[in-house]
């Protein structure tokens, strides 16, 4: 049996006028770079919010990180100049350095505990970054408690996360004494457990050393996390 719990919500922020005024004055940035899903759609709830559209980025390039934020960013109307399959910050770096961004301004909008790498990656490329927060990301309620019934008083086989975010919240719960650990975790790799190993990419590193870290699937893409679940079956 498969059980799917959400473990993040996205939240508006407080004050969107830092943002609607990047966006009203997008031509000032060569680039736009877009780490997830969330931040596309953020992005294109924003133009409409201040009466503007897709073409407002018409002379701006766009790069997106992973294949899932590519076709959300299609799904608009615009085909990304520059993508990397894999949802790895550094793998999208490596790409941009065949691309001379030396001195270009670049705006990349992402959730509120957005890594920094990918900004600091493209300052050592030479670019000037402006890193907004485009959105929060939050613990549903209710997660806890779900967490906390799935896990008593049968044990979990297998758990597969997709963001570090989850993870997070999946270990601000406190279980109960009786409940046992996941035999196997897996997910993509920013959503790695981390058992004192270095993981593959810049992921928080999150220990619990009960827990085994399985699986770690190089390509955020629902057909990858499936392939290495089943495994485990």
Not at 149 to 173: C, E, G, H, M, W
Request: charged fraction near 20%; proline fraction near 6%; aromatic fraction near 6%.
């Amino acid at each position: 049996a498969v059980v799917e719990v959400p473990a993040i919500e996205v939240g508006a922020i407080g004050d969107y006028s830092e943002f609607d005024e990047a966006l009203q004055n997008i031509d000032r940035y060569q680039w736009v770079v877009l780490a997830s899903y969330n931040a596309v759609a953020v992005l294109f709830d924003r133009l409409k919010t201040i009466r503007h559209d897709a073409r407002s980025l018409g002379n701006t390039k766009v790069a997106a990180v992973g294949a899932a934020t590519a076709d959300a960013l299609r799904d608009h109307g615009i085909t990304p100049d520059l993508v990397h399959d894999t949802y790895s910050r550094r793998s999208l770096l490596d790409a941009f350095k065949g691309v001379s961004i030396s001195g270009l301004k670049v705006l990349i909008p992402q959730a509120d505990i957005g890594l920094v790498s990918l900004r600091e990656g493209l300052e050592e490329l030479g670019a000037s970054v402006h890193r907004l927060t485009a959105y929060r990301t939050l613990k549903p309620r209710g997660s806890s408690s779900e967490f906390k019934r799935l896990f008593k008083p049968d044990p979990i086989d297998v758990v597969l996360f997709t963001s570090s975010s989850a993870v997070q919240n999946f270990l601000s719960t406190s279980m109960p004494s009786e409940s046992r650990a996941p035999r196997s975790v897996g997910g993509t790799p920013h959503a790695s457990y981390s058992n004192g190993n270095s993981p593959p990419t810049p992921t928080p590193k999150i220990r619990r050393p009960s827990v085994r870290r399985s699986s770690v699937d190089t390509c955020f893409a629902t057909g990858a996390m499936l392939r290495s679940g089943s495994k485990y079956t």
